[in-house]
């Protein structure tokens, strides 16, 4: 790991670590949502000033879903369509 650059990831436990890798899914601690790098909405959010101080990062997106996370509405559309109908019928939903 770089001394000068690292960033800090969100484990599959809930727990962070410092990695040399940067994280490639995002996500929102309060609404445990995750979704792309690039996600509109929440580019936004940020834009306006939120959402930051609730913001962490997964190295994946297995990830994210073992920390109790779901799929952007937004930005992940298929997946959160496939994680709501898998909720609503109470089964586990995996990407």
Known sequence: MS???FYILTAA???????ATKGTWGGHRRGK????????????????G???????????????????????GACCVVKYRR????DERGEPWRP
Do not use: N
């Open 3 to 5: 001394a000068d650059k």
């Open 33 to 48: 949502i995750y979704g792309r790098m690039d996600c509109p909405t929440a580019l936004r959010a940020i834009a306006r």
């Open 50 to 72: 939120g959402y930051v101080t609730h913001r962490v990062f997964f190295i994946d997106e297995q990830t994210a879903v073992d920390a109790g996370y779901r799929p952007c």
């Open 83 to 86: 994680w709501k109908a898998a």
């Open 13 to 19: 436990d809930g727990s962070t670590y410092q990695s």
